[in-house]
């Protein structure tokens, strides 16, 4: 079983900067890809982004590479970096982990989640 941990969630206000990280222990694999959800009051959880293979992300339409994701392989650790954050942008955020990179279903490992809340 792998276990994940986020962490760096908050209350920052519109504009400011974010950084998430999801910290995994337990049985891993190198093959596993990792990612981030979200979900927001009222909606459904959504990908946020997750990568395909070492160095290539699969990202929400609506991210469009604004929020750069990267990892720490000696920590097994993957990062979410949130800058010029806006209101809609408040949920609660997933880390994800699973076999295959097939980010238009939601399956795998996930966190107990990080609360971010940005304030107008």
């Known amino acids: 079983q792998v276990q994940l941990v986020e962490s760096g969630g908050g209350l920052v206000q519109a504009g400011d900067s974010l950084t998430l990280a999801c910290a995994a222990s337990g049985r891993t694999f190198t093959s596993w890809r990792m990612g981030w959800f979200r979900q927001a009051p009222g909606k459904q959880r959504e990908l946020v982004a997750g990568?395909?293979?070492?160095?290539?992300?699969r990202y929400a339409d609506y991210v469009k590479g604004r929020f750069p994701i990267s990892t720490d392989n000696a920590k097994k650790t993957l990062y979410l970096q949130m800058n010029s954050m806006k209101p809609e942008q408040t949920a609660v955020y997933y880390c994800?982990?699973?076999?295959?990179?097939?980010?238009?279903?939601?399956?795998?490992?996930w966190g107990q989640g990080a609360q971010v809340t940005v304030s107008s």
């Open positions: 994800n982990v699973r076999l295959r990179p097939c980010w238009d279903i939601q399956v795998g490992s």
């Open positions: 990568f395909i293979r070492s160095g290539t992300l």
